[in-house]
């Protein structure tokens, strides 16, 4: 790829030095794929360099991976060993920052049993229960990046015969997202995160009880939990320090309120999940849960998805992207929920945020319970705005504001 290393060295210091913000003496694990090597390489020398003590690189094959999945029996291919869960866990006690490198194609385990799927799915978020606990709490410092496969960029780039250049155009695309095409990438960042703070600021002051959605196959009233927290882009861990988890991203987010929730939602943007494509389905929702579904393509999946625990079938973040944003105007669908949920108002099935209600860091399952916060053993964004959607914000007394008009802020 044309200057291919600068891109990548570029990259890397906005994934260590923003995305991660590694410190002297932290501990680094990056979990990617054989794809991403060349970027790997790249974060790898740069955490070292910010001063990591320790940077260790869980690896995994898509080829090998498929093959697993195909070949290995249900009961085999669904148990973690304990000593997986307890490796990672010893770095979680030690202050260890997680930098995920996405690359995988999004149909890789396409034609795989979804009940194979599912019980792989669950087991592993039962045994990584602690891990999803640090980080959805913000405990430790987290950031996911995405680094482009063959398989994956053939996927968003189909027109591209040369397998080569269809990967160049899609890292070129990616870079852009990240805004690490700009002179000053940390500076493009504070501004960024300064206006999407700004929408934060303005949503709790207003406290809504509930949000309105209206489009084309939706009618969908989401209500809010008392004292909920909308966020805004960047985070901090335990320690103070600050860190960016999603890179992209474009949204403001907080929890709904999990026995609130009805009326029906479609998807605007199709969903890769376990390695299979879900595509104009329709979730009717009843009191808080999911009581009728319906999809064109991946329905068992869905299914299974819907299936993973009790959780599953209800609505833990909600989250807010004008249509009028970077990634919407490229025009591309990436198949890859990290950018498409950036282009798109979003839901995610499954468990909440506890740092969207205040004080939520330090409650118990129980008080989540309480706070009316989903809990879950997933988390599954589904991407749902598109221009056409309106969204009102709706007040204890019933009165409403407007907050999207035509997909973009009305505010």
């Known amino acids: ?46 955490s070292y360099k910010a001063g990591a003590s320790d940077v260790h690189v869980k690896l995994t094959d898509d080829r090998l991976t498929r093959m697993h999945a195909e070949y290995q029996p249900t009961e085999v291919y669904s148990h973690v060993p304990q000593w997986l869960v307890d490796e990672r866990n010893e770095y979680l006690d030690n ?31 039962e045994a990584f229960k602690y891990y999803r606990s640090r980080v959805m709490t913000d405990a430790n410092s987290w950031t996911l990046a995405s680094y482009p496969s063959a398989d994956w960029a053939k996927l968003v780039f189909p027109e591209e015969k040369d397998s080569e250049k269809a990967q160049e155009k899609l890292l070129d695309a990616i870079l852009k997202t990240v805004r690490v095409d700009r002179e000053d990438p940390v500076k493009a960042w504070e501004e960024h995160h300064k206006i999407l703070s700004e929408k934060a600021d303005y949503l709790n002051k207003k406290a809504f009880s509930a ?7 939706t009618d969908l009233t989401v209500g809010l939990p008392k004292n909920h927290v909308w ?44 390695g299979n494509i879900i595509d104009n389905f329709k979730l009717t929702f009843k009191d808080g849960k999911v009581v009728d579904f319906q999809a064109e393509t991946g329905y068992d999946i869905l299914k299974q998805l819907l299936d993973t625990d009790e959780g599953a079938k209800s ?8 249509h009028d944003s970077p990634i919407s105007n490229s025009g591309l669908l990436y198949y890859q929920t990290l950018f498409d ?65 035509k997909g973009n802020w009305a505010f």
């Open 1 to 46: 790829m044309k200057n291919l290393d600068l891109k990548l060295d570029k990259y890397a210091q906005v994934i260590v030095k923003i995305g991660a913000n590694v410190q002297p003496g932290q501990r680094v694990w990056i979990n990617c794929t054989t794809d991403s090597l060349p970027l790997v390489y790249k974060v790898t020398e740069a």
């Open 95 to 125: 202050n260890v920052v997680f930098i995920h490198i996405l690359s995988s194609s999004p149909n890789l385990l396409s034609g795989i049993d979804p009940k194979k799927l599912g019980t792989y799915t669950k087991n592993m978020g």
């Open 211 to 217: 949000l309105h959605y209206t489009a084309p196959g």
């Open 231 to 274: 966020i805004a882009a960047g985070s901090k861990n335990l320690k103070g320090d600050h860190f960016m988890p999603n890179m992209p991203t474009e949204e403001v987010f907080t929890a709904a309120d999990k026995y609130r929730i009805d009326g029906y939602v479609s998807n605007k943007k199709p969903l890769s999940y376990q």
């Open 315 to 322: 609505i833990g973040e909600v989250a807010l992207v004008p």
């Open 341 to 405: 949920e950036n282009a798109s108002n979003h839901l995610a099935l499954g468990a909440a945020y506890p740092t969207n209600v205040k004080g939520g860091k330090d409650m118990s399952e129980e008080e989540l319970e309480k706070a009316h916060l989903n809990q879950s053993i997933t988390h599954v964004d589904f991407m749902i705005g598109d221009a056409e959607m309106d969204i009102d914000g709706i007040n204890e007394d019933g009165t409403r504001e407007p907050v999207f008009r």
